[in-house]
């Protein structure tokens, strides 16, 4: 008899070091087995048992994660009363151990998890964001800085990595985060149209994308991409007002389709484009 279940894969280009895949319902039974990369698995319905190399096991639950280091041996295999739907994340060696760099402010070498299981609500709903911002096409900004923040909880959670004390707020480190966060208010203004990468922040202030969002945050109470469209949906309103169509408005400040940018205006405004032209 064949498994039944349903299974899909994302690979997007603006996050090359990154493969999703989505299991609903599945009976596949996985044998022994290692990847090249570090996986990440996040449990949403049923359970799965994973039989480590050295035979140790544990059962992966709803709620819960699942980490496996490259090379290390392991199974799964779904408990018989629910089959079980999961997300699992294939991440590249190199952009783990570029970001455990920038956690630490030294060389990470070989980041490695410290635990097959692990149960932490906000380091899940950090992937659960992350896929989502891929599976539904979100903007780079989006997408890169999801992708930052839950690698980076699961880092300093699950790795037992820590902040290098040269990253805490002394007062050169607070001038410093002031001054990129005048520095990405001004990239961001400057390219309201344009697919602006979190590579392009970092390197437009000089601080590592992980500390430049938790600099920027604090400072704005906002992500750098939510600022991004606030500022795109400003212009918008004016050029709405200026004898634009919704359908320029779009186009002019970066907006994939109509829907994106109606959905987005939204948000901001309380209304439609249309509702704001004839209110």
């Known amino acids: 008899m064949q498994p039944s279940h349903d299974v899909r894969f994302w690979r997007d280009a603006d996050l090359p070091d990154l493969e999703v895949k989505r299991v609903v319902r599945s009976s596949h039974s996985y044998p022994r087995h290692t990847h090249d990369t570090y996986v990440v698995g996040a449990m949403e319905e049923g359970a799965s048992y994973c039989l480590g190399a050295t035979r140790s096991s544990a059962v992966v639950a709803a709620g819960q994660l699942c980490l496996i280091n ?50 932490d609500r906000e380091m899940l709903d950090a992937f659960m964001l992350c896929s ?68 392009d922040l970092a390197g437009a202030t000089g601080l590592s994308r992980y500390h430049l969002l938790r600099v920027f945050r604090s400072a704005t109470g906002m992500t750098p991409h939510a600022y991004h469209l606030q500022l795109r949906v400003e212009k918008a309103k004016h050029l709405l007002r200026s004898g634009w169509t919704p359908a320029e408005a779009a186009a002019d400040t970066g907006f994939a389709d109509q829907s994106h940018f109606t959905n987005t205006f939204r948000r901001f405004v309380g209304a439609t484009p249309g509702q704001y032209l004839n209110g």
């Open 70 to 119: 490259p090379g290390q041996v392991h199974t799964g295999e779904p408990l018989r009363d629910v089959l079980p739907t999961f997300r699992m994340f294939y991440v590249e060696q190199a952009w783990v151990r570029r970001l455990a760099s920038e956690l630490t402010g030294r060389d990470a070498h070989e980041p490695e998890f410290d635990a097959i299981v692990r149960a």
């Open 132 to 199: 989502h911002a891929i599976m539904r096409g979100a903007e780079r900004l989006a997408k890169e800085s999801a992708m930052v923040r839950a690698f980076s909880l699961l880092l300093t959670r699950g790795a037992a990595l820590r902040a290098e004390p040269a990253l805490r707020r002394s007062p050169a480190s607070r001038h410093a985060g002031h001054m990129a966060v005048l520095r990405v208010r001004e990239h961001l203004s400057a390219h309201l149209g344009g697919n602006v990468s979190l590579e």
